[in-house]
T-cell receptor, first 111, second 114 residues
């Protein structure tokens, strides 16, 4: 079945810098991709969804890139601030609707 | 819109006791998913309902775990004879039906089995 690898597991950046997270997946037929944010004690907050017909999507300081040839999905947080500190997960939707998640990236933004 | 509601937020049980976790999906969402989150295994799919019917329970442990969706406004996950390894955060999500519809997650229930 589909497998998703996410890196780095931990990321520390200074306020105002960018934070870059990468996920790779194995099934070339995968067509739907998601990024979530999880703050301590909370559920997963949807950040962005991307469909396979899109290579790049930008929203509110977030940029998602999708490279279907390399089966790679990335998230770039530009100008990170302390409120961005959280765990970020990528997810891919399999053909039977369930999501397969990456292991998560714990981001710390230092003021 | 209150989002996905999960109760209780925290539950502590003794080994061998039963635990029932509740989920109320977003109104109008016909798909409900249950996931389990642990430090070691990360986020794992457990089961999926569509229009209240069980569609895929491939992630459910074969023994002791069961899920139901008796009506469109709530789903339950029941764990019988809980074991310490069942300790986890159990997350419920709901979505519209179809590929590409985003899943919206509840805050989760943290289950601790002593």
């Amino acid at each position: 079945g589909e497998q998703v690898e996410q890196r780095p597991p931990h990321l520390s950046v200074r306020e105002g810098d960018s934070a870059f997270i990468i996920c790779t997946y194995t099934d070339s037929a995968t067509a739907y991709f998601y990024w979530y944010k999880q703050e301590p004690g909370a559920g997963l907050q949807l950040l962005m969804s991307v469909f396979s017909n899109v290579d790049r999507k930008e929203e509110q300081g977030l940029t998602v890139l999708l490279n279907k040839k390399d089966k790679r999905l990335s998230l770039n947080l530009t100008a990170a601030h302390p409120g961005d500190s959280a765990v970020y997960f990528c997810a891919v939707e399999t053909g039977n609707y369930k999501y397969v998640f990456g292991a998560g990236t714990r981001l710390k933004v230092i003021a | 819109n209150a989002g996905v509601i999960q109760t209780p937020r925290h539950k502590v049980t003794g080994k061998g006791q039963e635990a029932t976790l509740w989920c109320e999906p977003i109104s109008g969402h016909s798909a409900v998913f249950w996931y389990r989150q642990t430090i070691v295994q990360g986020l794992e799919f457990l089961t999926y309902f569509r229009n209240q019917a069980p569609i895929d329970d491939s992630g459910m442990p074969k023994e002791r775990f069961s899920a139901q969706m008796p009506n469109q406004s709530h789903s339950t996950l029941k764990i019988q004879s809980t074991q310490p390894q069942d300790s986890a955060v159990y997350l419920c999500a709901s979505s519209l039906v179809g590929l590409g519809y985003e899943q919206y997650f509840g805050p989760g229930t943290r289950l601790t089995v002593l």
